[in-house]
């Protein structure tokens, strides 16, 4: 494996996350075209000694910067409102799958097709073999397959938690006493990291998740072989 692929975040895998660095980007253009704006017409004022220190309005100059920053803004949010949409919309999961969080591990539940309960523990250094990210890897991932949607419900038994995948695009906070979902839709075969994004005590940095996504055949001898 290369360092280069070691140091850098993973490739998105659900569509969410396509839409939310798409529109990263788009928010980004924008925030650049208003800095090299900004920056040209401080400068231009620096060096222009053509000031008019009599003038007291300039209508048309006043209604162009009070139109141009609505303009911009409605362009940030209508894509933002999109997404916000899309994440929270949730067509006909075909498996359920539910994340508890403890102190300091998870544990998963696959209830749908067969009772399947598992622990998922950070896997101890000495036990990683090669190719293996320190602090991401457990002992139990969880076996999804791709190209069909998915529920995840996810609560907590102690403290609060937070079930995160970025590659996923997904966070999804674990509340005592509570279940919260969420959906993804995987496009591809891999395995894809998170860990707890909500300090939940001592060891709120070894509490890893790993997600591996596999065709339906193989999640099916999967269930049958558990």
């Known amino acids: 494996m290369s360092s280069w692929y070691m140091y850098s975040f993973q490739d998105p895998s659900t569509p969410i996350m396509e839409q939310l660095i798409m529109f990263n980007d788009h928010a980004m253009m924008i925030i650049l075209m208003i800095t090299m704006t900004v920056m040209y017409m401080m400068f231009s004022i620096m060096t222009n000694k053509l000031l008019d220190k009599n003038m007291l309005e300039g209508q048309m100059?006043?209604?162009m910067w009070t139109i141009t920053p609505a303009i911009m803004l409605i362009m940030i949010a209508l894509p933002?409102?999109?997404i916000l949409y899309l994440i929270e919309e949730i067509n006909n999961?075909?498996?359920s799958i539910k994340a508890i969080g403890h102190q300091w591990y998870w544990s998963y539940e696959y209830?749908?097709?067969?009772?399947?309960?598992?622990?998922s523990y950070m896997k101890p250094t000495k036990e990683m073999e090669n190719n293996e990210f320190r602090l991401l890897?457990?002992?139990?991932?969880?076996?999804?397959p791709y190209n069909f949607m998915i529920r995840m419900l996810v609560s907590s038994t102690d403290v609060i938690h937070s079930w995160t995948i970025p590659s996923m695009?997904?966070?999804?906070?674990?509340?005592?006493?509570r279940i919260n979902q969420g959906n993804l839709m995987l496009l591809r075969p891999g395995l894809f990291y998170g860990q707890c994004s909500e300090i939940c005590g001592a060891?709120?940095?070894f509490m890893p998740i790993s997600m591996e996504s596999i065709s339906m055949k193989k999640f099916l001898n999967w269930m049958m072989n558990f």
């Not at 209830?111 to 622990?119: A, G, T, V």
Request: proline share 5%; no cysteine.
């Open 93 to 95: 999961p075909i498996l």
């Open 61 to 63: 100059i006043e209604l």
């Open 80 to 82: 933002s409102l999109r």
């Open 203 to 205: 060891n709120h940095s």
């Open 169 to 177: 695009g997904i966070k999804i906070d674990a509340t005592p006493g």
């Open 137 to 144: 890897e457990t002992d139990n991932n969880i076996i999804a």
């Open 111 to 119: 209830s749908d097709l067969k009772k399947i309960e598992f622990d």
